[in-house]
């Protein structure tokens, strides 16, 4: 018999690729969407006869509970959040209750009704913050630097919590950045690609960054679904960084971008205080040595593959 999924957060970047990757795989694909007066099914809207979307809200115990009990799933994986660094200082409380307590509602449904399903938390190199060490590893110590940090390392001790208090199959990935054509355009490698494309094309002449120092260990969003998929399939439960042991800088994005379609960055980009943070994260980089070794995970995507690929899908979205 096909293995039943339940994901939270379909809609999303990593939800709509772990859903193609789960399909392929031959699993029978449940989705959670919160209800929406807009339609928001567009980054899954090529999967829509062949998944089954279950209305909840991370909000909501009741409706996670009847998600949990309708999806009667081998396999939980918890991808919705508020995922916006710079949103959780204008919502904290908000991105508390979202990122933060919603994975407890949600391993309290998986615990009172369906404690055999095993359960994945969609966890973040944003814990490591003001990093102790680097590169990190599953061993770091957190120092999150934004309410969205606090929230997941609140999300994180939790899952761990409950596995070790209740014997929950339930893991923590320990995700770092990872990007596609599917990224939203609010994080800055879509920023950037879109905004590549709008002026290659003349639809928009400047593009207003903050920090162009900033570094972060960038990879492939598809390459990093198929470890949320490993790390349920192992005999024990365990937490892993995913990370590709690279770290670029704002500024080398901009590089390649700009100049993959002909143009100059610096002829574009305008620096603003607005999209400065309060608080920034310097020297993310991952160390995926326990996922090599365990789950023989490895990245396929390079930084330049990814930054290309990025350009020409907002290259071809815009008609160019
Ligand atoms: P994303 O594109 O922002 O997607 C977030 C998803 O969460 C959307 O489907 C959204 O639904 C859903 N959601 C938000 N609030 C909800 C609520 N109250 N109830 C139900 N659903 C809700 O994020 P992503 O990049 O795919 O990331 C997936 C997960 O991994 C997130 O938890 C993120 O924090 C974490 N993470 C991401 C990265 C990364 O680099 N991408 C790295 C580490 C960890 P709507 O469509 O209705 O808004
Ligand atoms: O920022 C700098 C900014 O918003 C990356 C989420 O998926 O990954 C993501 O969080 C860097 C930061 O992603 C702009 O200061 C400069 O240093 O793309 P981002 P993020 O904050 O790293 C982690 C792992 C997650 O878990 C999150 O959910 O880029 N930067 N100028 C800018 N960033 C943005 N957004 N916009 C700018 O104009």
Known sequence: MAKRALI???????????????LEQGYEVFGMVRRSSTETLGRVAHLQDRVEFLQADLL???SLDRAVQD?????IYNLAAQ?????????????????????????????????????????????FGK???????????????????VAKTFGHHITVNYRESYGLYAVSGILFNHESPRRGREFVTRKITDAVARIK???????RLGNLDAQRDWGYAGDY???????LQQPEPGDFVIATGR???????????????????????????????????????GDAGKARRELGWEPTVSFEQLVTMMVDSDLALLGG
């Open 8 to 22: 939270t957060g379909i809609t999303g970047q990593d939800g709509s690729y772990l859903a193609d990757h789960l």
């Open 60 to 62: 909501d115990q009741a």
């Open 71 to 75: 999806a009667a799933a081998d396999e």
């Open 83 to 127: 995922s916006f660094v710079p949103t959780s200082w204008s919502q904290p409380s908000l991105t508390g209750e979202f990122t933060g307590l919603g994975v407890l509602r949600l391993l309290e449904s998986v615990r009172k009704l369906d404690p055999r399903a095993r359960f994945y938390q969609a966890s973040s190199s944003e814990m």
């Open 131 to 149: 990093v102790r060490e680097v590169p990190q590893n599953e061993l770091t110590p957190f120092h999150p630097r934004s309410p969205y940090a």
């Open 201 to 207: 094309l003349g639809l928009a002449g400047e593009l």
């Open 225 to 231: 679904v198929r470890a949320m998929h490993l790390m």
């Open 247 to 285: 770290t670029h800088s704002v500024r080398e994005f901009l590089e390649i971008a700009f100049g993959h379609a002909g143009l100059k960055w610096e002829d574009h980009v305008v620096q603003d205080p607005r999209y400065m943070r309060p608080a920034e994260v310097d020297q993310l980089r």
